[in-house]
């Protein structure tokens, strides 16, 4: 309990500290949150780099990023599993061209993978939030994009650092992968995406992306990040404000 109180606690002075230290203007300030627990094995953890790196260098996003009235936006790569385990893997970098996305792109391929026990998507949540405390940006808008295979199952339960975050100001987006199979001699979760809509997403304009399965990852990524980027959902309407 003592350490919820402080995993909570921590998220108050992110508004307040990113404001006072933020210098640079971006449209959109984005962590990118990946679960990186053991129920992902190698292939599937590479199918999931790969989505990411291949999306984050598409024509359409970096349409997207252009498209801003800034033309930049700031993004930083998280992965996490347990209590134990969340780090930063390429921290706060300003995309604002092809050339830029490509060399985050390259950093994010030859950056080490590593996979941990447990599945912790409160405190995956929480660490992404304590970002925006030392980003150096500033931005209408602060989201945290946060993708899985499964459910809380180590930490504080994922709804009450969703609801702390869009307190303050910060939305919540899921990506959760769909897994038609046994997950450590368990059945699979195929009510997955019900619990990211109802635990996992929150605040204005939030929504979440499904991915039937790793290997339709990298298109769910690609459609998410076009929408989270832009403000505008696949049809072409404006995103929920």
């Known amino acids: 309990m003592k350490r919820r109180t402080a995993l909570l606690g921590s998220l108050a ?21 990946v679960d990186v627990s053991r129920s992902i094995d190698e292939v599937e953890a590479e199918l999931q780099r790969r989505g ?9 996003v970096i349409d997207a990023i252009l498209s801003g009235e800034n033309r930049r936006i700031a993004v930083c790569y ?10 930063v893997v390429i921290d706060w970098t300003v995309i604002d061209s092809p050339a830029a996305a490509r060399r985050f792109a390259d950093k994010l391929a030859e950056a080490p993978r590593q996979s941990q026990s447990w599945t912790a998507v409160g405190d995956g949540l929480a660490h992404a939030g304590q970002r925006f405390d030392s980003s150096g940006f500033v931005a209408k808008r602060r989201v945290i994009d946060i993708s899985g295979d499964g459910r809380t199952n180590d930490g504080p339960p994922a709804e009450l650092v969703r609801d702390r975050l869009v307190q303050l100001g910060i939305v919540v ?17 195929l009510s997955l995406d019900k ?3 109802e635990n996992v997403t929150g605040g204005p304009g939030s929504f979440m992306i499904v991915a039937e399965n790793f290997d339709h990852f990298g298109r769910a990524v690609r459609t998410k990040l076009v929408r989270e980027i832009s403000g505008v959902d696949v049809t072409g309407r404006p995103a929920p404000a």
């Open 13 to 33: 002075a992110v508004t307040a500290a990113s404001t006072a230290r933020a210098e640079t203007l971006v449209d959109l300030q984005l962590v990118l949150a």
């Open 52 to 60: 990411y790196i291949e999306a984050l260098t598409n024509e359409r």
């Open 78 to 87: 998280t992965e996490w599993a347990g209590t134990h385990y969340q780090v």
């Open 173 to 189: 987006n899921g990506l959760p992968v769909m897994m038609n199979r046994t997950n450590f001699g368990r059945p699979p979760d």
């Open 195 to 197: 619990y990211y809509e």
